[in-house]
């Protein structure tokens, strides 16, 4: 299985304006052909390949922009590439066409040395020899002596190199339970078998230091030093939330994935819950994207299994006990009781173990307020024709019978 390490890097000066100069011409590429596509598009012409997009930024951009020859020729083909596959993304319609990108942001490069067979960066465990750059010192050995290419990127004030790495599958033990997980805004994680991992809440947390510095950037001028120093400090402090959140999901999801043989998680829309604002913010701060691709590749690698729960299962309302029990849990309900089994557990809890519990198919309960209406509109309708009682529960509750038992009623 491949896997991607990223680790720090500490170049010294010359070094990191080197880096500062390939991410510049990376950047450069890709606007550059950016724009050439997007010339295409407007004049009606099919997008050019990444190939032939690079043959013109070899013939028309380099021979007028000489810094280009200062690092390595895989540094804006690599970019160009990129490029047209987001574009590729775009007209498949899996994403939005690619924007431009600015100075200062989301700064990255790749390097190719050598071939997969033949892999030429070299690296001592100390240092690692990047071409066109030099021997960089590393923050940590790699796993590996060598690599074919890698790609080098910052965050805040850092730089990091990521390589990509075949590693053997770990051996597991054979009798792993499974295990239901509920994605929450309280807690990170609750499990069926009772584990709580608390949520770092690391934003809300940071969030008073963030509004402090975000305030002292824009005081200062733009296009200040001091300016640029505030945004500096700034950007630590983001990076800072987003390890500390990065660190809780990792943990999380390396246990679930190592010590069970089924993970069971909803399979929620995470953008229909962004758009209620009121759970926005603590979604967002948990960082539920991450945990499921983390999860996907963490199951593959400890041969476990990731089971997605039908996002229309309401595992919040059902009795986890005797499963015959269904009633509305508005969010602030922290506590589940059941009307019939007088079954009482949290409300987290109950919905891990419902999800531990479901398979496709399993039979979902009617909610006893659905069966109330239910009971009504039976004795409003004078004479219920066959069809009327093969309806399901959810055809019951639409408008058209609610009428209908009005009118009656009256
Ligand atoms: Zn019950």
Not at 92 to 116: C, I, M, N, W
Not at 166 to 180: F, H, K, Q, T, W
Not at 193 to 221: D, I
Request: aromatic fraction near 8%.
């Amino acid at each position: 299985m491949l896997l991607s390490f990223k680790t720090e890097l500490k170049p010294n000066n010359k070094q990191l304006t080197l880096f500062r100069k390939a991410s510049g011409i990376a950047r450069h590429a890709y606007n550059w052909a950016c724009a050439t596509v997007q010339e295409y598009l407007t004049n009606q012409e099919k997008a050019p390949s990444a190939i032939d997009l690079h043959k013109r930024l070899v013939a028309e951009v380099k021979p007028n922009c000489e810094w280009y020859y200062e690092v390595s020729k895989y540094v804006p083909q690599k970019a160009v590439a990129d490029l047209r596959t987001a574009w590729d993304r775009c007209f498949k319609k899996l994403g939005k066409a690619p924007r431009f990108k600015k100075k200062g942001q989301r700064d990255s490069f790749y390097l190719e040395y050598g071939t997969v067979a033949n892999p030429k960066i070299r690296n001592d465990g100390k240092r690692i020899n990047l071409p066109s750059i030099g021997w960089v010192r590393l923050a940590e050995p790699l796993p590996m002596t060598a690599v074919h290419n890698c790609t080098i990127s910052r965050q805040a004030n850092k730089w990091f190199i990521s390589v990509k790495q075949e590693i053997e599958l770990p051996l597991v033990a054979s009798d792993r339970p499974s295990v239901g997980v509920d994605i929450g805004i309280k807690e990170l994680a609750v499990c069926s078998n009772g584990e709580v991992f608390s949520n770092p809440k690391a934003y809300r947390r940071m969030s008073k230091r963030l509004k402090h510095l975000q305030r002292a950037v824009s005081r200062k001028e733009k296009g200040s030093n001091n300016r640029t120093k505030a945004i500096r400090s700034l950007a630590k402090v983001h990076a800072r939330v987003s390890n500390i959140r990065k660190d809780a999901i990792h943990k999380l999801t390396t246990h679930l994935a190592k010590n069970h043989s089924e993970i069971k998680i909803e399979d929620l829309s995470i953008k229909a819950f962004l758009k209620n604002h009121k759970l926005a913010g603590a979604i967002a701060d948990c960082g539920m994207h991450e945990f499921r691709r983390q999860l996907e590749y963490k199951t593959q690698k400890f041969s476990s299994q990731l089971i997605l729960v039908d996002r229309m299962f309401p595992s919040s309302q059902i009795c986890s006990n005797c499963g015959n029990h269904r009633h509305k849990m508005p969010l602030k309900e922290r506590v589940y009781k059941c009307l019939d089994c007088g079954h009482t557990s949290d409300r987290d809890l109950n919905a891990a173990k419902n999800i531990q519990r479901w398979f496709a198919g399993i039979r979902i309960p009617i909610r006893v307020d659905q069966m109330a209406s239910f009971a009504k509109i039976a004795c409003g309708v004078d004479k219920p024709s066959v069809s009327h009682s093969r309806t399901t529960p959810k055809q019951e509750v639409s408008s058209k019978f609610r009428q209908l038992s009005i009118s009656n009623v009256a």
